[in-house]
């Protein structure tokens, strides 16, 4: 029996959910019980099955276009399946107020650029198109605006040179295969709180 069953929700290939099947899963009390997605053909899914953990999808169109119908069903199969923490692993759907009712200060996100700068979709292009020398990548709590959760862990790299997205993924995934699962751990392990003083700041340890 899990102390912490995670779920996991991701939209495309998967990399970030492998990290935490490889790193994270079935270690230190944390167990992923729940693989969801919006595409029932994301290879995400393949890859949470493989490793024998239930997955289920969830498209819009399943719902004739209602967010908060889809956003129900999908909160309800992660609740009846225990999950008490979410992480968005490339999940390309925002969440709605009330899903993320349903766990609060329990959804994190990986996201590919060191927010504030570059919320949203193609964070990397986006930081490429701006010329920044420096890229990045933020875990952070999800909350109901796009991508503007507390920070829990951040880390920068030095691309001076770089020109396309391909070469910046590269590193950047790299570094998110490490501070995502890391961020999970230490949520699992109680280490992650809200300083009293500014709710926008997260405190470790
Ligand atoms: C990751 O780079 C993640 O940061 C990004 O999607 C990719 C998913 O890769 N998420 C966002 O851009 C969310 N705004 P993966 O499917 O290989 O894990």
Do not use: K
């Not at 899990?2 to 998967?14: D, E, K, M, W």
């Not at 719902?63 to 923490?85: I, K, N, P, S």
Request: hydrophobic share 50%; proline share 6%.
């Amino acid at each position: 029996m899990s102390n912490f069953p995670i779920a996991v929700l991701a939209s495309g290939t998967g990399s970030n959910l492998q990290a935490i099947l490889d790193t994270v899963h079935c270690h230190d009390g944390i167990e992923v019980v729940a693989v969801g997605s919006d595409i029932a053909a994301a290879p995400a899914l393949e890859r949470a099955r493989r490793a024998g953990v239930a997955t289920a999808a969830f498209p819009l169109a399943d719902h004739d276009g209602d967010r908060v119908a889809r956003d129900t069903a999908l909160a309800d199969w992660l609740q009846e399946r225990g999950a008490r923490l979410v992480a968005l692993a490339g999940y390309m759907r925002l969440l709605t107020p009330q899903f993320l009712a349903r766990f609060p200060l329990g959804v994190v996100n990986v996201h590919p650029a060191l927010l504030p700068a570059f919320p949203g979709l193609r964070a990397v292009e986006q930081a490429l198109a701006h010329g920044v020398r420096v890229f990045g990548v933020t875990v952070h709590f999800v909350d109901e605006g796009v991508d503007t959760g507390p920070i829990i862990l951040q880390r920068a790299v030095e691309l001076p040179r770089a020109r396309d997205a391909d070469e910046v993924f590269e590193q950047i995934h790299a570094i998110e295969h490490e501070l995502l699962p890391e961020a999970i751990r230490l949520i699992a392990r109680g280490a992650v709180t809200l300083d009293p003083d500014n709710p926008r700041r997260v405190l470790l340890g």
